[in-house]
């Protein structure tokens, strides 16, 4: 079965301590891998799409990497605003279209 | 609207009525998905639109629960006799097929 795993569950930095957050999938084929920010009451904002293993993607403080197994968020020198749940979503191959979701990583940035 | 829109934000009622949900997906988006979130919970997948294709209603938990979308835009999300297990936030996305879905900010649906 296909399936998306976030780690860790929940991760607390100091502002300015750079880290990264890990998704992998088993899969029988990838079509595509998504990074989404969740904040506290409110919908999945969309960051990132992957599609193949090399490519990265960058967005100020974030970057997101594919390889074929995994796919990391780095957050370099993280300031409290990035304080969010960060999901991660995979679009399987063989027909179907629906992101499975993994159920996403808690990042507390403390001043 | 430049973005996907949901209402009602918020919704409240009584264990046996019925309730709809209603999505306005970004204008030109051929896909539209309704996912499920509880409490301290991923993201639940329930049913998937794309384009004048048969839905996917894979993730739909129960036949209490049923979903349209007319004239491949607006979409509304049905739930019959409501139980109190249904209570969560249900949230719509769209997309172009093959890119990272746009999510609305959810209806947070309570069944007292």
């Known amino acids: 079965e296909d399936q998306v795993t976030q780690s860790p569950e929940a991760l607390r930095l100091q502002e300015g301590e750079s880290s990264s957050l890990n998704c992998s999938y088993t899969v029988s084929g990838l079509r595509g891998l998504f990074w989404y920010r969740q904040d506290p009451g409110k919908g999945p904002e969309f960051l990132f799409t992957l599609y193949s293993a090399g490519e990265e993607k960058e967005k100020e403080r974030l970057k997101a990497t594919l390889t074929k197994k995994e796919s990391f968020l780095h957050i370099t020198a993280p300031k409290p605003e990035d304080s969010a749940t960060y999901l991660c979503?995979?679009?399987?191959?063989?027909?179907?279209?629906?992101?499975?979701f993994g159920r996403g990583t808690s990042l507390i940035v403390h001043p | 609207g430049a973005g996907v829109s949901q209402s009602p934000s918020n919704k409240v009622t009584e264990k046996g009525k019925d309730v709809e949900l209603r999505c306005d997906p970004i204008?030109?988006?051929?896909?539209l998905y309704w996912y499920r979130q509880s409490l301290g919970q991923g993201l639940e997948f329930l049913i998937y639109?794309?384009?004048?294709?048969?839905?996917?209603k894979s993730g739909l938990p129960s036949d209490r629960f049923s979903a349209e979308r007319t004239g491949g835009s607006v979409s509304t999300l049905t739930i019959q006799r409501t139980q109190q297990e249904d209570s969560a936030v249900y949230l719509c996305a769209s997309s172009p097929p093959d890119r990272g879905a746009f999510f609305g900010q959810g209806t947070r649906l309570t069944v007292v």
């Open positions: 979503a995979v679009q399987f191959s063989g027909g179907s279209y629906i992101p499975t």
């Open positions: 204008s030109g988006h051929t896909a």
């Open positions: 639109f794309q384009g004048n294709s048969a839905p996917d």
